[in-house]
């Protein structure tokens, strides 16, 4: 099976005494306390973490910030340079990394091993994006003047991670962040912070090799204190979270009570149109993926389907047919489709989600349960189910992390799109269509409202080349590729006068 042991050793986390982590520095206060790490696939503790105190948190923010200062004047180019290296450590470490996300989270090792190839895409988009900080030129209304605008860096940033991607989503925004001029601490979810453990070891390696100081990329194991504590304070200009809507909600109006910056990627309630010109065959592929892939707890996650009249009993037809072929068990194992979830609380939400949607008035073509006996001993195994739904159902509009799949039905192609954009969450969103007009209208400014909207494609797995986020209670934010970077710096607008006289903008006349 696995040789976690070994693979832990490799990943160099044998010797687990300490909270945070600085970089060649690890530490952690004598009142800290202990948490468990189960695996959801087996049952079995992998390890005990400390969890950081208020203290401990002090004193990386401290270094953090005296690392910001020397950091910021090293060459963008040269900071490239060290997180290429990154990268390059990444690909090192693929297959360990791969499977230690993969038995702590519980996703299935092709997505575990994915995750970290989006972690080494977004080194390599950084280091390209490092030699294109670019601002704007302008024209002066004033004579022998120059304006010019540049980008510098922030500061410290937060970074507030989910489990659900527990390495992946840190990568988007530290490659980026560091490129920009920035340092880093980052608070991975308090339910995956082995993987963490390890990323830091294998950054810290690059960084020791490069003589990077201490602070520019730092690790705390902590809760939602942890969380608050950031959220709250005023030497951390830029909080990126990643989670759910009520987290995000929570870090938003801390971090602008104090004028701060917040980058937040919350949760989705992402739907699939499959129109009468659908290809069902890519559509059932787009759709079985989506719903069960990581067993239902990305953000882009397929909740919702919206079939055409035409065409849904023979495409629900088809759905019930791919899900009795869906094996599900050690993720690890790479015959199976689909893991167990994170951990028996959320067994525990799955079910009641389950129970909310009968009660109010959903219909189970696929029935839902959780699975015992052999193989699934850890309690945190489920079935993928289908519900035939209305839109407006309460549990419709919210997001269950699970394998939940809800059908809904429709006749028109606006209709479709309402419903589509009718919940509160906007992240991702999909058409299957062979007809243009449909496609350009889901599209266009009257279609999709979503931050990713998508043709012929399922709602997950985004490429880490585009922008990256949602609106409405997704939060706004946006990450990874394209201009993500923007969020990371401060613009600065110069104008420089090379006459031998001082006009005033606007013609203002001021004599002395
Ligand atoms: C998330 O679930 O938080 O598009 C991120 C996807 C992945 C990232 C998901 N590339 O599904």
């Not at 994006?129 to 003047?145: A, I, K």
């Not at 917040?262 to 759709?287: K, P, R």
């Not at 299957?432 to 043709?455: H, K, P, W, Y």
């Amino acid at each position: 099976n696995i040789h976690i042991t070994s693979i832990l050793d490799r990943l160099k986390i044998n010797d687990l005494n300490d909270a945070f982590s600085i970089g060649s520095a690890w530490g952690s206060s004598n009142d800290t306390t202990v948490r468990k790490i189960n695996s959801p696939v087996d049952g079995r503790l992998i390890a005990s973490v400390k969890m950081a105190t208020a203290a401990d948190y002090d004193h990386v923010v401290k270094t953090a910030q005296q690392a910001f200062a020397q950091w910021r004047s090293v060459p963008a180019p040269k900071r490239g340079e060290i997180v290429r290296q990154v990268g390059d450590a990444l690909r090192k470490y693929k297959d360990d990394l791969g499977r230690l996300v993969s038995y702590e989270m519980g996703k299935s090792l092709q997505e575990g091993w994915g995750e970290v190839q989006e972690m080494i895409d977004i080194c390599d988009f950084a280091v390209g994006q490092s030699r294109q900080l670019y601002g704007l030129t302008m024209h002066s209304e004033r004579p022998q003047h120059r304006m010019y605008e540049q980008y510098h860096p922030l500061g410290v940033v937060g970074i507030i991670s989910a489990f659900n991607f527990p390495v992946a989503v840190w990568s988007w925004n530290a490659a980026l962040a560091w490129i920009c001029g920035n340092v880093c601490i980052w608070k991975p979810s308090e339910k995956t912070p082995l993987t963490a453990i390890a990323c830091q070891h294998i950054v810290q390696e690059v960084f020791k090799a490069n003589n990077i100081p201490d602070g520019v990329s730092n690790l705390i194991i902590g809760d939602r204190e942890v969380g608050e504590l950031m959220a709250n304070d005023a030497r951390v200009p830029l909080v990126s979270a990643t989670g759910s809507t009520r987290m995000g909600k929570a870090v938003a109006t801390a971090v602008a009570g104090r004028l701060g910056r917040s980058l937040l990627e919350l949760g989705g309630n992402n739907a699939i149109i499959i129109t009468e010109d659908a290809d069902l065959d890519m559509a059932l592929i787009g759709a079985v993926f989506g719903a069960v892939g990581t067993a239902g707890q990305r953000c882009t996650t397929t909740r919702r389907l919206i079939i055409h009249e035409s065409v849904y009993e023979s495409f629900k037809q088809k759905l019930v047919k791919a899900y009795g072929q869906i094996r599900i068990g050690n993720p690890l194992d790479e015959h199976m489709h689909m893991g167990p979830l994170i951990d028996t609380d959320a067994v525990k939400l799955y079910l009641q989600s389950i129970e909310q949607c009968k009660q109010q008035g959903g219909n189970f073509v696929v029935e839902g349960g959780q699975l015992s006996g052999d193989g699934y001993e850890s309690g945190c195994y489920v079935k993928p189910c289908i519900a035939e739904v209305e839109n407006h159902f309460e549990i419709v509009q919210h997001e269950t992390f699970a394998p939940i799949l809800y059908l809904i039905k429709y006749k028109t192609l606006d209709e479709a799109i309402s419903l589509q954009n009718g919940v509160p969450q906007g992240l991702s969103s999909a058409i299957m269509t062979n007809n243009l007009r449909q496609a350009e209208q889901f599209l266009s400014a009257a279609g999709s409202d979503c931050g990713i909207a998508n043709v012929n494609i399922g709602t997950s797995g985004a490429e880490i080349g585009g922008a990256f986020g949602g609106e409405k209670e997704t939060g706004g934010g946006r990450e990874s590729g394209s201009d993500a970077w923007k969020a990371y710096m401060r613009r600065q607008t110069n104008t420089i006068n090379y006459s031998t006289t001082l006009p005033l903008a606007q013609g203002i006349k001021f004599d002395l």
